[in-house]
């Protein structure tokens, strides 16, 4: 038996299956992070002096960073918009564009996490609360952008064999992760001012 409304919009919802339950869990993904982001709030304000980022922080590398982000999404996007118009060729280009974005983002993260560790006394998370927040919240940020390079390289790898038997399951499939990796980087919109800058 074929599950109903893969493809086809749900007449109670208006979505179909998948775009609801990434709508789902894009709300307990909300929740996470916010939990995150109250918890800086009590933290910065339960004290008397609260490091600026630029103290510990890259602010150039961090600026570089959120380029990336902001540019992946619209490589995003237009791999999702060719499948939309039936121009696979594109498809791959804009969403390989997409993973050398992300990748440039981790290993600009990566220069940044070793600067900290390599520095005398090392910045560690248990150096202040300061830094056990941007290691936390960072590090989980992280952790996401890893989980979207994942599924996205098998849509733009192995998975994308589905274009020829399911197109239009498989576009919307690439419009779910498109969810995903724009909330990732709604995400690090809020961190860099909120680590970096304030």
């Avoid at 791959?92 to 564009?97: A, F, H, L, V």
């Avoid at 690439?174 to 961190?191: A, Q």
Wanted: charged share 15%; proline share 5%.
């Amino acid at each position: 038996m074929e599950i109903p409304y893969n493809v086809k919009e749900r007449p109670d919802t208006g979505l179909y299956n998948g775009k609801l339950g990434v709508w789902f869990f894009l709300a307990s993904e909300v929740m996470l992070f916010g939990g995150l982001f109250s918890a800086y709030i009590f933290l910065r304000n339960g004290v008397d002096y609260w490091p600026h980022g630029t103290d510990y922080l890259d602010v150039p590398l961090a600026t570089l960073n959120t380029l990336f982000l902001i540019s992946s999404s619209v490589t995003m996007v237009m791999s999702w918009a060719s499948l939309k118009l039936n121009d696979f060729k594109k498809f791959k280009m804009y969403c390989g564009t997409t993973l050398l974005f992300a990748l440039a983002f981790l290993v600009v993260k990566y220069f940044e996490y070793s600067a900290k560790f390599a520095h005398d006394p090392p910045y560690l998370p248990s150096t202040n609360n300061f830094l056990g927040i941007y290691f936390t919240m960072t590090g989980l940020h992280v952790l996401h952008i890893l989980g979207g390079m994942l599924v996205i390289g098998y849509y733009f790898g192995p998975g994308s064999k589905m274009w020829k038997t399911e197109p239009e399951r498989f576009t919307n499939r690439i419009e779910i992760v498109g969810l995903y990796w724009h909330f990732v980087d709604l995400v690090w919109i809020f961190l860099f001012p909120v680590l970096y800058l304030l």
